[in-house]
């Protein structure tokens, strides 16, 4: 967002140095029942504090501050200090470049909870001595980090009464009127503050990196597929799609300030994830029957982004293969419900899939990269029940399904030894429908010996069961006989 390099080339104003702590000798025990041991480990602490803290070595100063502040809770120059300390560390992990998280990436405290631990200190510090310019100042400088302009000229202009001529206050009022006149300016319009940079859109489910900024949690994702790092600052980042929360704060604001633009972003979303029922996204790889069970790597990034989306919708998808002699994907598919899904630290995904249904692809188009097709459900011409055609049909099933048992049986005796032939026979056996649904029994049947793709694209595309059983039984038979000639 724009603001942040306004913040970013905001310097601090009074800050340069902190202030002594009356030692033992001059008499800054005053009436505490401090021991004097006490009070000189004390005097001792705001010493080498002070002197970290004009060396430069904020982390170290902040450290001796705190200790000093355990002994003396609510010491006006020890919490001044400290808050010193706290608007030094904010200020430079906001101006340091962001190739140095490379090196030394944001694992510690962020600029703004630096910003915000500085403010605390600094409102301590004004209830204690509300009539000390250096309460203004500590302010000011803390609310301007922390991007609340508004209160900081408040603070400003209160502060600019107790002494008009405070030169820290005069420079931050000058710097504030310019920003704050520059936002109130563009305020009743909706500015591309709220926008996501990478769809320039209204942010959806805002996500905030620790490098203070903020994208759609989709959008945030599908660039971080091709690398760890911010899209906006090119800072490395070490978050996860799955452990990252999207900013309520944000969210909220945005969600009330411009609700119908949101609702159609919602909208626009949950038709990605929910693309509706006669839309399929597709996994372009292989042929697929009805009735079978496979496990997955996902680890193109087009792919990653279609996973993520399937997953918070209903965990379908449609697979495919392409048509070597066209170039283009085959006009039939078949739509596999995910059953497990393993997102891998790196972002790849690993999943269990098993096949439902089989559609015709009437047309498909590309989205974000993937593609999505419009389809229409085929099942094959089935006979009325009670029929004769219909009970001609169940005896076929019948007298195939012994037959399947035998021939499994038999392809287990003579797949002794071979431990993957053996797994893949139990697996089907497990996989086998009742033959009173001789449709799903006819792929099933044809799922066990190993066809080619354009020979189970066909499968796909034929609406007569017999026919398809019967292709079955003629592949079973030709394996076995193959098997015997061997
Ligand atoms: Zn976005
Ligand atoms: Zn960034």
Redesign the pocket.
């Known amino acids: 967002m724009s603001s942040?390099s306004s913040v970013a080339q905001f310097s601090l104003e009074g800050i340069d140095d902190v202030q002594d702590f009356p030692g033992a000798s001059e008499g800054g025990q005053g009436s505490s029942s401090m021991s004097w041991e006490r009070y000189t480990h004390l005097c001792d602490l705001m010493h080498m504090g002070n002197n970290a803290f004009r060396d430069n070595r904020f982390d170290q100063a902040f450290e001796f501050y705190s200790r000093a502040n355990n002994i003396k809770p609510s010491d006006p120059i020890i919490l001044s200090n400290r808050c010193a300390a706290y608007l030094r560390i904010s200020q430079f992990l906001r101006q340091r470049p962001?190739s140095a998280s490379e090196y030394r990436p944001l694992s510690g405290l962020d600029p703004t909870t630096n910003a915000g631990l500085a403010l605390k200190d600094a409102e301590k510090v004004m209830s204690l001595q509300s009539n000390s310019v250096t309460s203004y100042i500590l302010m000011a400088n803390a609310l301007i980090l922390l991007e609340k302009y508004e209160q900081a000229r408040d603070v400003i202009c209160s502060g600019l009464q107790i002494d008009p001529q405070s030169n820290p206050l005069l420079k931050l009022e000058r710097l504030t009127a310019s920003t704050f006149l520059r936002r109130s300016h563009l305020k009743p319009q909706r500015t591309d503050d709220y926008d996501c940079t990478l769809c320039l859109k209204l942010l959806y489910e805002p996500v905030t990196?620790?490098?203070?900024?903020s994208f759609c949690r989709s959008c945030l994702f599908q660039s971080m597929d091709r690398g760890n790092?911010?899209?906006?600052?090119?800072?490395v980042?070490f978050i996860s799609p799955r452990t990252c929360s999207i900013s309520v704060t944000l969210n909220n604001i945005i969600q009330k300030n411009f609700p119908e633009e949101y609702e159609e972003r919602k909208t626009e979303h949950d038709s990605l994830t929910n693309p509706g029922v006669d839309l399929l996204p597709l996994f372009v790889m292989d042929v697929i029957l009805p009735c079978q069970k496979l496990q997955l790597n996902i680890f193109e990034p087009r792919y990653r982004l279609m996973v993520r989306r399937i997953m918070e919708g209903n965990r379908r998808m449609g697979m495919v293969v392409l048509d070597s002699s066209t170039g283009s994907i085959a006009d039939y598919a078949c739509e596999v419900e995910i059953t497990d899904c393993e997102p891998l630290p790196d972002g790849r995904f690993f999943l269990e899939v098993e096949s439902r249904r089989r559609c015709r692809i009437i047309r498909n188009w590309d989205q974000d990269g993937y593609r999505i097709a419009e389809v229409e459900w085929v099942q094959d011409s089935s006979p009325p029940e009670g029929t004769t055609d219909r009970n001609d049909l169940l005896e076929m099933t019948h007298k195939a399904a012994a037959f399947a048992r035998q021939w499994i049986r038999e392809a287990q005796d003579a797949a002794q030894g071979n431990r993957i032939r053996l797994a893949e026979l139990f697996k089907a056996e497990g996989l086998m429908p009742p033959s009173q649904d001789p449709e799903r029994f006819s792929f099933w049947l044809t799922t066990l010996t190993n066809r080619r793709p354009s020979e189970r694209l066909d499968l796909l595309r034929i609406r007569d069961t017999k026919e398809r059983i019967r292709r079955g039984l003629l592949y079973m038979k030709a394996e076995e006989q193959g098997c015997r000639m061997q």
């Open positions: 942040c962001p990196t620790p490098c203070g900024h790092r911010c899209p906006l600052c090119r800072t980042l």
